[in-house]
Each structure stands twice: as C-alpha cells, then as structure tokens.
C-alpha cells in the first residue's frame, strides 16, 4: 500500500511518515497490533453495518473494513492524501469512490452519517479540535471511536528512539497534547463513552450521542 512518506500540503503533513503498518520492525509491530486489536475489539462490540472514518489518511483501515464486508468509506481534508487512497483502492479492486475530500469542520448529516464514526489520529493534529468535537456530534447517529497519542509517553518514546529532538520528541503536525485523563474528560463532555482502551502508547474510547444515559442502559442490555 502506498503510504504519503511525510508529504505536506500548505505546509501540513498528511497521513504517514513512515508504513507502521508494513513495518518489519518488532517493536513497531507489536505496537500497531495492540491498536489494530483494540480498534477491532471497540468496532466488534458495536458491530456496525456502515463506517465512515474521519481523516482517513491513505485509507488503510477504509480498504481493511471494505475486505471483511463492511460498507466503509472515508474523508481527509487533503486533496494529495485522498489521491493516494483512492489509488489503493483501485489496486485492491474496490471502487475509488469510497474517499472524498472534506475536513472534519465540513463534514454533514446527510453525506457522511453511519452507524459508526471512526476518529483516529486526527484530534491531535487540530488546531480547533472543541470546535471539531461539536461539528462531530451533529454527525454521530450511533457511535464514535476517537483515538490519540498518550502524552507524554508518546514524545518520551520518540527521544528514545532518538526522534524530533530537537521538538522534544514531538512528531510532525502533533499540536495538542493529552493525558489519558484530560483526554477522556474533553470527549466526555460531548459524548457518553463507553469503554475507554490503552493500547500502548495511545488512549482509545469508544463513545456514543448523549443522552442522559438513556442510550448507554439500552446498549448494555443488548449486548447483555
């Protein structure tokens, strides 16, 4: 799959620098399984019929959705990144009309609703991420995945590997930086989450539209 390999747009890095995903190295690998284990675990509890991933970079989760039967398309708000997934898409025979360009502040009702809205990786690189957060949930008509970057393991791991240190470990485009703690009380504050996961080295929750917590005892007694 081709990956952006730190391509910018206006001066903004878009999608990978490197392929985590493709990766040989064991480190890194063990580190995007613990993800890819979580994102799938989260996605399994609700099991959606629709997906649409916000900020969907070179659209490698968009595609793996796509291959396992799920109605799965994807948004970015780079016209270069969404170039790329829409090549991957046509090497893996499914239809390049999957990708669209649109920022998370353009998203609508109408075009992008589904019964689940995947968020991850994006919030960090947001300059008005509350503002986000706001537009997301007049989008949301179930559930919601948000993941980010644990801070400030995220950045100590980078030195130790000897990574942007000259921005004391911070990676190219981050902006925001969370806790696990800060993170869960700002989306808290918009959605009900659900379950919250810490795969190594991010914070990952699983929310839904508020409301009064009616939704959540429903959504317990169906998977019960």
């Not at 399994?44 to 629709?50: A, D, G, I």
């Amino acid at each position: 799959m081709k990956i952006s390999n730190g391509l910018q747009e206006n001066g903004i890095f878009i999608g990978n620098i490197y392929d985590k995903y493709g990766s040989n190295n064991l480190v890194a690998r063990w580190i995007m399984n613990g993800f890819d284990n979580s994102l799938s675990r989260l996605i399994s509890m609700v099991r959606p019929k629709t997906i649409h991933e916000v900020g969907c970079g070179e659209g490698y989760w968009v595609l793996h959705w796509n291959q396992q039967g799920i109605e799965a398309r994807g948004t970015d708000f780079s016209e270069k990144i969404i170039d790329i997934a829409r090549k991957n898409a046509l090497n893996k025979g499914i239809s390049p009309s999957r990708f669209n360009v649109r920022s998370v502040y353009e998203i609508k009702t109408d075009a992008d609703a589904a019964d689940l809205i995947v968020c991850c990786e994006v919030l960090e690189h947001l300059e008005r991420p509350v503002e986000a957060l706001k537009i997301l949930q007049t989008v949301v008509s179930k559930y919601i995945i948000f993941s980010v970057p644990r801070e400030p393991l995220w950045r100590v791991l980078n030195m130790l590997r000897l990574k942007y240190l000259n921005n004391f470990g911070n990676t190219p485009g981050h902006i925001q930086h969370w806790s696990a703690r800060k993170f869960v009380s700002l989306v808290s504050a918009y959605f009900d989450i659900i379950e919250i996961r810490r795969p190594f080295p991010w914070t990952m929750v699983l929310c839904q539209v508020k409301e009064n917590g009616v939704m959540y005892e429903s959504y317990i007694k169906t998977m019960a």
